[in-house]
């Protein structure tokens, strides 16, 4: 069996991503409206049926604008802390609503997700690790700094998406005021390109196959400055932006043989039906 990969939005317009098999997966994150995420996920051949659950990693609108929508319609259950769901003002059947621990895994069908707390300025902020037959997926943005569960778990995945928000000098010679150049590059705020290179660098696992750049800034960054820091070390990973303007292509991952693992570096991008 194979794992399904997109990202249908990233960025502070919107973030979503998705994450599944043959006939269970999840969204990480509900940052867009639920009419947009229908259409992407049908453009890409993706069956919404197929979503078995959503996961917020924190408060903020570009998290959490479209999950009221979704889970009105489509009666998914929705994995948010207490303190998130708390400060997100999000208008949520209770019956919908689960928690999560750090930590600790959740099972949706054969999925496993495990959260694990990060820096960034919201009150609960974690990030997710999705693993599926030995193939560890994990969604990495909102990351005020490389913290060490950030660094232990991005060391373990196959497949990740990494914020590269922000290039240092854009931002320095850019048009946002003097307060909010400090929050984004604070420990509390984004990853620079430069910080994100880094953390490949040093902490990408051996089989690291594909590598999204997400969550880049409109102003303090752009695809080309981001792909061309990468390009000099990306080696054997694929590295792809995750853009906030449409969905990606869906990546299709191999796993659990013998032939898959050895396969899985050949993964190739391509829309394919999960109906």
Known sequence: MSLFIASLN???????????????????????????????MKRLAL??????????????????????ALLKKHRLPIFITAATLGHSRLRIDPDLVKGFRANQPVSVGDL?????????????????????????????????SPCSNVINHFSQCHVAFLEANYDEHM??????????????????????????????????????SLLYLSHLSKDNNSPHVA????????????????????????YRMPTGSAEAEADYRMAEPLQMSLF
Do not use: M
Not at 118 to 132: G, M
Not at 187 to 202: M, P, R, T, V, Y
Not at 227 to 247: H, N
């Open 10 to 40: 990233s960025g502070s317009n919107g973030n979503c991503y998705y994450i599944g098999n043959d006939t269970d997966a999840v969204l990480i994150d509900a940052g867009i409206s639920c009419r947009e995420t229908e259409k992407r």
């Open 47 to 68: 069956d919404i049926k197929n979503v078995k659950a959503i996961f917020i990693s924190h408060e903020h609108g570009d998290h959490i604008s479209g999950a009221e």
């Open 112 to 144: 496993t997700v495990l959260a694990f707390p990060k820096q960034h300025d919201a009150i609960d902020p974690h990030s997710f690790v999705i693993s599926y037959n030995g193939v560890n997926i994990g969604v990495f943005t909102d990351i005020g």
């Open 171 to 208: 931002l320095e010679n850019g048009r946002y005021p003097i307060h909010l150049k400090r929050r984004i590059s604070g420990d509390k705020g984004h990853l620079s390109n430069n910080q994100a290179l880094e953390l490949f660098i040093k902490h990408k696992h051996p089989e690291l």
């Open 227 to 250: 792909l061309e820091i990468f390009a000099p070390y990306a080696e054997d990973t694929d590295i792809v932006v995750a853009s906030r303007y449409k969905e990606t292509p869906v």
